[in-house]
């Protein structure tokens, strides 16, 4: 994500328009959602829309991966969990 030049209105999210037509717009940080913490914990978050101002898909991307929210839930909360054993057991 760190490419994409192109901005969304005055939020100034990053977006990407993909070949197909789809607008990937990037994960607004300053949200109080689990995906905003993700996105302030450094990785990159981006939703997939069918078009400008168009739907979403119920897919997104995470550092470069294409998951679904369900997949990226699981992925990530394990993460999260491992992570906090591991800080446990310090």
Known sequence: MKSWTEHLGHSGLRSFTDKDGHLWLEQNAEKRSKWAK????????????DRLGGEYTGRMLIDGEIYTPSEATKKFSALDQSHMYNHEQS
Do not use: K, N, P, Y
Not at 38 to 49: P, Q
């Open 38 to 49: 993700l996105a302030r914990e450094g990785h990159d978050v981006a939703w997939e829309f």
